[in-house]
């Protein structure tokens, strides 16, 4: 008896994304980012808010398209690159020795 090896078909674990559009609004004192789903009419899936930076208030807001996803945090942020992460977390073409 001669058993065939058995074909398969695997789905994907992670369906993949469509297209994104990712905004942000840097103010005086906030960031705001919202990132859409574009793809025939945008549809907004994330948006929140760094606010109050520069002072010992600051905050972190997140607004997802599902309520149970939204959060609010208190980060320190003394400036904008302290609220960012960088330089190291935006400024990837600078190399440091």
Known sequence: MTLSPRRTTRQPAIK????????????SSSIKF???EAGGA???I??????RIGTPQAALQVK?????DNFSRP???A?????????DGVDRG????
Do not use: K, M, Y
Not at 16 to 27: D, F, K, Q, V, Y
Not at 46 to 51: F, T
Not at 94 to 97: K, M, V
């Open 46 to 51: 994330l948006g929140g808010e760094l606010e």
């Open 16 to 27: 993949p994304a469509g297209p994104r559009i990712l905004t942000i609004n840097g103010g």
């Open 94 to 97: 600078t190399q440091r020795a």
């Open 64 to 68: 997802g398209s599902n309520p149970a």
């Open 79 to 87: 400036d904008h690159t302290a609220a960012t992460g960088g330089p």
């Open 42 to 44: 945008l549809r907004r």
């Open 34 to 36: 919202a990132l859409f």
């Open 75 to 77: 980060v320190a942020a």
